[in-house]
């Protein structure tokens, strides 16, 4: 167990539809990442937050947006959603810049 | 822009011999960071080993050891006495270092699946 936690575990939602994913980094981090992990494209960084404030950008759709609460869990928003948006969703923490990054278990999204 | 490449998309070996999985990578920076990754069927991302660039020693976590050749830019890593829990698929990853620079996002290779067989 990594210490992050991310809900829910499976979402199965319909084209055009918005989802919400949590996560809560491990006890300290404060550094968030998501990351989105498909059969085409691979493990992709999508976006990090590092205590509250956006830091970096990655391959992150303009559908896509994400934020990082004072208490430090984060939400990744997904909206009209596509076909092409079924992939796993990971979460990362960190404590800063210079640690390891460690992994939830996933959001598993299906767009059907 | 950094790229990691993992040549083998399979790879088996026996329970109890040893495997080395390959990473090569492309960087312009003197300083950053190096993972390999396991992803069981589970799906969960687990961290198994780390290498920092100007650390020239070369990693061990038990039964997992890397072979770092910088000028080389190749990141390989030996699982010796190969466990039936060890079958996964193992990514390569890479990290600018934080301080040189602004972005401390890991960028993957596509991942070998390792077989363990009896």
């Known amino acids: 167990d990594s210490g992050v936690t991310q809900t829910p575990k499976h979402l199965i939602t319909a084209t055009g539809q918005r989802v919400t994913l949590r996560c809560s980094p491990r006890s300290g981090d404060l550094s968030v990442y998501w990351y989105q992990q498909s059969l085409d494209q691979g493990l992709q960084f999508l976006i990090q937050?590092?205590?509250?404030?956006?830091?970096a950008k990655g391959n992150i759709l303009e559908r896509f947006s994400a934020q990082q609460f004072p208490d430090l869990h984060s939400e990744l928003n997904l909206s009209s959603l596509e076909l092409g948006d079924s992939a796993l969703y990971f979460c990362?923490?960190?404590?800063?810049?210079?640690?390891?990054?460690?992994f939830g278990p996933g959001t598993r999204l299906t767009v059907l | 822009a950094q790229t990691v490449t993992q040549s083998q998309p399979e790879m088996s070996v026996q329970e109890a011999e040893t495997v080395t999985l390959s990473c090569t990578y492309d960087t312009s920076e003197s300083d950053y960071y190096l993972f390999w990754y396991k992803q069981p069927p589970s799906r969960q991302m687990i961290l198994v080993i780390r290498?920092?660039?100007?650390?020239?020693q070369n990693a061990t976590e038990n039964r997992f050891s890397v072979n770092f050749q910088k000028a080389a830019k190749s990141f390989s890593l030996k699982i010796s006495d190969s466990q039936l829990g060890d079958a996964a698929m193992y990514f390569c990853?890479?990290?600018?270092?934080?301080?040189?620079?602004?972005?401390?996002?890991?960028?993957f290779g596509t991942g070998t699946r390792l077989q363990v067989t009896l």
């Open positions: 290498q920092e660039a100007y650390k020239q």
């Open positions: 990362a923490s960190s404590a800063d810049f210079s640690d390891t990054q460690y």
């Open positions: 990853a890479y990290r600018t270092h934080p301080i040189t620079g602004t972005a401390s996002k890991l960028t």
């Open positions: 937050y590092y205590n509250g404030e956006e830091r």
